[in-house]
């Protein structure tokens, strides 16, 4: 275990093939699977939910509940071509004041119906990019939600795009005390900047880590990708490096899901281009080698935390849990989304509110709450989405004697014959070779998963 806050930045690897991370067995990451960020995931939501759904879920909360909230910004100042998240261009000012004001009321309307009840631990922003509006807005938005829960000391932690981040909103978000802030990266190359619409010198980025660093960030995440059209193991050592230079306490390197059926935006990107597989896995590999032997701890395979950050403190101390934004420390059972397309957990329900901006004012403005799609969880759903879990952060899972798993047995067979999996009479062990297989043994317990080739990406 590294027990050093050391990072050096200019570390190589070597990724030969014979020092590897991992074994390579294609069939079995053959097939897409989610990354759980829920279980059931989101493919399994239904229409019939509405907000009553949501008004019966918050009367159930403790007078000491813990909370987190997440507010949703569906806009951005440029879309960028990969991206898959419910976002529009902010190229019109009254339709950002009129979702902003729709945002508020919500708000407004949650804590309305907690009546002082819960304690909100955590509070999130996230988009699209919430620079997207402008740092009075932002300011307005956090006092709304002051205003509106019971707040216990709360993490805030903010989105942030380098371009159009200026001192200004710096300043905002010294005030507002946001203490965590996710940078979107994705690549210094600038040919590959240019492959999937995200152009952004480094000196935006490095501008934008000083005053975040300057305005008291305590931690900044940097979002990478391996797997772009015509991405090399050099470019991705190169975006390595350089991202080191910066000093982030977190990264989180992600395979590109490219799903132009799913997403149009998408169809801009040259599919040709796309790494194989086998490329794929070994940039996966190269980024575990690089950001490991530099002192970074590995929260699952595909995140990175310094020793001493909170995440990777709770990832030694098997406090790691898994929510709608991947990995984190936080333990709360009930998170809360505000804002078009946003999703609420609560222990037996996952909602989503209205993913159209318009019609998500619409409801709004009826002062009802604008839930529209669902999903019920029962013991079973909670058994499994519990194994799940275990596996992406803790590595192990103990199998529930009531719960028939027959099949999911015999189905681990082929990893188990690998060498990838220890199996006990009830428990299961990820050997170390295991990581970038750990989603597609996850899915196993998954009883919704027959064909997810539509639906998700690749496990690596």
């Known amino acids: 275990m590294i027990v050093t806050d050391e990072i050096r930045p200019r570390a190589r690897p070597n990724a030969s093939a014979g020092d590897r991370a991992w074994p390579y067995y294609p069939e079995l ?11 059931p995931t989101a493919a399994e939501f239904g229409p019939d939910f509405s907000g009553d759904a949501l008004a019966a879920a918050l009367d159930m909360v403790g007078e000491l509940e813990p909370i987190s ?5 569906p806009y951005c100042q440029e879309i960028c071509w990969y991206c898959g998240c419910n976002t529009g261009a902010a190229n019109r000012s009254t339709r950002l004041a009129g979702y902003l004001a729709a945002l ?8 309305a119906r907690l009546g002082g009840r819960g304690r909100v631990r955590r509070v999130a922003f996230g988009g699209g990019s919430p620079n997207a509006i402008s740092p009075q807005q932002f300011a307005e938005l956090v006092a709304t939600v002051e205003m509106a829960f019971k707040l216990d000391n709360p993490v805030l932690s903010v989105e942030v795009d380098p371009r159009g981040f200026d001192a200004d909103w710096a300043r905002t978000l010294g005030k507002a005390n946001v203490s965590r802030v996710s940078l979107g990266v994705q690549t210094f190359a600038p040919r590959l900047q240019a492959a999937i619409g995200r152009v952004q010198p480094i000196d935006a980025i490095r501008e934008t ?66 790494p194989d597989g086998s490329s794929r896995f070994h940039q996966a590999e190269l980024a575990y080698l690089f950001l490991t032997q530099a002192g970074y701890e590995p929260i699952g395979f595909d995140h990175f935390a310094r020793p001493k950050d909170a995440l990777a403190i709770a990832a030694r101390r098997g406090g790691l849990r898994r929510n709608f934004q991947g990995f984190t420390e936080d333990d709360a059972k009930v998170l809360i989304g505000l804002g078009a397309s946003a999703i609420s957990e609560f222990p037996d329900r996952l909602l989503q ?39 992406l952060t803790q590595g192990n899972a103990v199998l529930p004697g009531g719960l028939d798993l027959v099949s999911e047995l015999a189905a681990l067979a082929p990893f188990e014959d690998a060498g990838l999996l220890a199996r006990g009479e009830r428990t299961l062990r990820l050997q170390p070779a295991a990581l970038p297989y750990a989603r597609s043994i996850a899915a196993i317990f998954d009883r919704y998963r027959t064909d997810s080739a539509a639906c998700f990406s690749a496990a690596v």
């Open 29 to 39: 990451l053959a097939k897409p699977v989610p990354r759980y960020t829920s279980y």
């Open 69 to 73: 909230l997440y507010l949703h910004i």
């Open 104 to 111: 508020k009321r919500e708000s407004e309307l949650v804590g």
């Open 209 to 274: 880590v000083s005053l975040l660093r300057d305005a008291g960030a305590a931690s900044i995440n940097f979002d990478l990708m391996y797997g772009l059209p015509g991405q090399s193991d050099a470019d991705l050592t190169d975006t390595l490096e350089r991202a080191l230079e910066l000093s982030p306490d977190r990264l989180a390197v992600f395979g590109y899901a490219h799903v132009p059926h799913l997403i149009p935006r998408q169809r801009r990107i040259d599919g040709s281009a796309l």
């Open 353 to 391: 509110n209205e993913k159209n901006a318009g019609r998500y004012r619409e409801l709004i403005s009826e002062e009802a709450f604008a839930v529209a799609r669902g999903v019920w969880r029962n013991e079973e759903d909670r058994q499994r989405g519990a194994i799940i879990a275990a596996l």
